[in-house]
């Protein structure tokens, strides 16, 4: 499986992108493990803000690709209701992406 995930940041800021481990990609991002990017080295992720679970990778980066192109206020249109994946990001077809409630968190410690 594979997940596209979106996390806070420090500075009210997004950071989206994909993953088979969620787990193990925040805890790279939170610089407990090598393998963080550049962007949330300085601008370290405060929550985990939504999750959803792709069947396949391509699936996977054309989701990432369509959420990344939002603008922000899109994106928390988005966020706060995850139901408009399909008309935020009609490039995608929102019925093979499961959201993933289980795996964000209000914090990340």
Do not use: F, N
């Amino acid at each position: 499986m594979y997940y596209v995930y979106i996390l806070r940041c420090t500075g009210d800021q997004l950071y989206t992108g994909i993953t088979t481990d969620v787990t193990r990609r925040v805890r790279q991002h939170l610089g407990q493990i090598r393998g963080g990017a550049k962007y949330t080295a300085s601008h370290p992720p405060r929550a985990i803000a939504m999750v959803w679970q792709a069947p396949d990778q391509p699936a996977a980066a054309r989701l990432e690709r369509a959420v990344k192109g939002l603008k922000r206020r899109d994106k928390d249109r988005l966020l706060a209701d995850p139901a408009l994946l399909g008309t935020l990001c009609p490039s995608v077809e929102p019925g093979i992406y499961a959201p993933r409630p289980d795996l964000t968190a209000e914090t990340i410690e």
